[in-house]
């Protein structure tokens, strides 16, 4: 993680006390060894080991924890088996007397998910390492935030769809006010909202929404713009081949043609380019290509120059008969 995103930990916790006297808290989550106490209880009175099923996620958590799975969380896996432990602690906090969990998990789903695969798996003595925090869900929303930011395994669509949430939750609707609480520029932080915002027809339209990414919403914004109620219309067509996919019924439409089909139903089926050949002997020909106003033409490196001559003069001639 970069120094700069190291900074943002160390705000978000600064004025977090952990009974031991004042420190950089987010200095020592990212680099703090895990040797625990014999007891395998506590270590500096904040981290412990405790069976998951003492932990539930976060209502807020950026993550869609029912995505995760086996193959996707397998690296992390076979990291905690082949360790012997979760080598970094996930982020919860404390709930209140006479909810069904203990601990409420703000960085550390799939953490969360594979100590619990193992578990269930034939690996009964892992248990997850937790730091116990008090936070504000403004200040949890952030952490998660900064935690997740750079993960490629945490989707566009997730993340902006979290933000959009914590938008109104957090900031009362102040975008400027946001983009300067999670340090990033206005308009970094707008095209994530305009990907939360897509229609519902358009998300679905995709094969998962962890395909969707902010610069498929780049793309889309001039289509919904300018052609909405063709996109939408066409969207909703491919949602239902994608839903029945989902489902085991048929084959799942992958991104690239999904995004051709929603510009096709925008803008129509581009002409084919025009494509003809020149010169008599077959091994010698001259090939065009016409793309709008653009003419490409081709021929072997090795044709002679007097053939060449001779097809080039029947491109001329076939230009001027066409003008």
Not at 45 to 74: F, I, Q, S, T
Not at 204 to 223: F, M, N, S, V
Not at 229 to 255: F, H, M, N, W, Y
Request: net charge neutral; charged share 35%; aromatic share 8%.
């Amino acid at each position: 993680m970069s120094k700069r995103h190291n900074a943002i930990f160390d705000d978000v916790l600064k004025d977090i006390s952990d009974g031991a006297g004042a420190e950089k808290a987010g200095t020592r989550f990212l680099k703090r060894s895990n040797a625990l106490a014999e007891s395998g209880e506590r270590e500096e009175k904040l981290l412990r080991w405790v069976d998951p099923e003492r932990c539930a996620m976060w209502h807020r958590h950026n993550r869609a924890y029912d995505l995760l799975n086996e193959g996707n969380c397998r690296d992390l896996i076979d990291s905690i088996r082949a360790q012997g432990q979760q080598e970094f602690p996930a982020i919860v906090r404390r709930l209140s007397a006479g909810q069904e969990a203990e601990y409420e998990v703000i960085c550390g789903a799939r953490r969360h998910f594979a100590v619990s695969w193992l578990r269930a798996n034939n690996y009964p003595q892992f248990r997850y390492l937790i730091e116990v925090r008090d936070l504000s869900d403004e200040e949890a929303f952030r952490l998660a935030d900064i935690e997740n930011r750079d993960r490629a395994d945490l989707s566009d669509y997730e993340r902006a769809r979290d933000y959009l949430q914590a938008l109104e939750l957090y900031y009362g609707g102040k975008q400027k006010a946001m983009a300067a609480r999670l340090e990033v520029s206005e308009a970094w932080l707008s095209r994530y909202l305009y990907l939360a915002r897509l229609p519902e027809e358009v998300v679905q339209a995709w094969p998962q929404i962890t395909d969707l990414k902010e610069l498929h919403a780049r793309g889309l914004r001039p289509l919904l713009q300018e052609a909405g109620d063709r996109v939408l219309a066409e969207a909703r067509s491919i949602a239902t081949q994608q839903i029945e996919g989902r489902a085991g019924q048929g084959a799942l439409i992958p991104v690239s043609k999904v995004l051709h089909r929603l510009q096709v139903a925008a803008n129509g089926e581009k002409p084919a380019p025009e494509r003809r050949t020149f010169g008599e002997a077959k091994d010698a020909q001259v090939t065009m290509q016409r793309r709008g106003d653009k003419i490409r033409l081709e021929f072997k490196s090795d044709i002679s120059e007097a053939t060449l001559r001779i097809a080039l003069d029947e491109f001329l001639r076939s230009e001027i008969v066409a003008k």
